[in-house]
């Protein structure tokens, strides 16, 4: 089935996969998912992203983490902000600090997908994507 917010259901996959602790999920491959995996990665809240698949069947596979023996999911929640029918727009002044800077802000900026903290060191702005904590 194709999704119309690619984000959202990617978001939604993750949380699912968390709840249920899965060690795995699969999320339709795009340029915007590939970005947001990344940062993730970058940022700790994933193990590993890898790609299976060919074509217009790429997925992503997404390596969720865990910490502890009772096995707690790093990720607490994910919160689409900007959504299709109505976008989210920061200033560099005004980008947003998540849980006072415990969380992350995906931001979308004209140098590419990046964590609030990136873009207020780039000091550049954009569109709130989502929040991670």
Known sequence: MAANDTIADML???RNANLARHQT???????????IAKVL???????ECTE???????????????????RQPLI?????ISKPGLRV???????????????IAIISTSSGIMTDREARRQNVGGEVLCYIW
């Open 12 to 14: 939604t996959r993750i």
């Open 89 to 103: 727009y920061s200033t560099r002044k005004e980008l947003p600090k998540v849980l006072g800077g415990i969380g």
């Open 25 to 35: 999920t699969q999320v339709p491959a795009t340029k915007m998912t590939r970005s």
């Open 41 to 47: 990665q970058e940022e700790g809240f994933i193990a």
């Open 76 to 80: 607490t929640a994910l919160k689409r």
């Open 52 to 70: 299976s698949g060919e074509g217009i069947n790429t997925n992503l596979v997404i390596s969720l983490k865990y910490k502890g023996k009772t």
